[in-house]
């Protein structure tokens, strides 16, 4: 990735990026100290008080079948960052990673078209680094200081970004199976019982693998299902 920008305080690094992408090239990365509106998927706030990570890389690729995996390579490097310390990071499908089930970053993929024309994908991350009292996020989390991790949060930009950019021209040429193996291997709900949010409705079985295209295989009572979008709720 090229160009780094530092701000102090921003509503969103991922808005920035929106709407400054035709100021910037192609693998900018913006990053801030706290942002005043973080966004996360599905209309939630990311709550974004200082000692966290938020960044988010200005991609510009040509439109190709795999942009929807971009997460997923993103949410694998942000595993191997953390794997530095000796902890073992999992993912929970398609892109959150966790530490001991609780999670330690989230992934927010946004693309902007010009008509039918791909111009910009802006990949934001959130990573938690220093912060404390993660009590009033909605959902169990963790901190790379309450793991017991002290570093900085340019040391953990600079390895996800490195794994990120290592890992992304043979993701655009050959899609997901380019990082299928070292994905599956951190994927945290291999054959659990789960239950999945498909957007439309809710689906209880078990996870029985990821499929060559990165989308979650489910055994169900109506036999095996694919899921292309969507939420593990446990
Ligand atoms: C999620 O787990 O719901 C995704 C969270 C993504 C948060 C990051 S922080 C940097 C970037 N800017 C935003 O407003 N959101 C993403």
Redesign the pocket.
């Known amino acids: 990735m090229s160009r780094l920008l530092h701000l102090d305080t921003v ?5 920035y990026l929106k709407t400054h992408r035709a100021d910037w090239p192609h693998g900018t990365v913006v ?2 100290d706290c ?1 005043t ?6 209309d ?1 706030t ?1 709550v ?1 008080q200082a000692g ?5 890389v200005l991609l510009k690729p040509p439109y190709n079948p795999f942009l929807s995996n971009l997460t997923q390579l993103m949410a694998l490097s942000i595993c191997q960052a953390l794997e530095i310390y000796g902890l073992t990071p999992a993912i929970k499908w398609p ?2 990673v966790q530490v001991g089930g609780r ?1 330690i ?4 993929s946004e693309t902007v078209f010009d008509k039918n024309t791909l111009e910009a994908v802006v990949l ?3 990573i938690n680094v220093s912060q404390d009292g993660l009590e009033n996020v909605g959902q169990p989390a963790t901190s790379l200081k309450m793991l017991g991790v002290q570093t900085s949060r340019e040391r953990v930009l600079e390895n996800v970004l490195r794994f990120f950019g290592q890992g992304y021209p043979a993701l655009c040429e050959k899609g997901f199976e380019t990082i299928y193996a070292a994905y599956t291997k951190r994927f945290a709900a291999l054959g659990k019982e789960i239950t999945v949010n498909n957007g439309e409705k809710t689906i209880f079985g078990t996870a029985e693998g990821i499929s060559p295209r990165g989308t979650l295989l489910m055994r169900t009572a109506q036999g095996q299902k694919e899921i292309y979008i969507g939420d593990i709720l446990s």
Do not use: H
């Open positions: 509503d969103s690094t991922n808005s990053y801030a942002q509106a973080g966004r996360g998927r599905c939630r990311w974004s966290g990570l938020y960044f988010s892109n959150d999670k970053s989230g992934i927010l934001g991350v959130g």
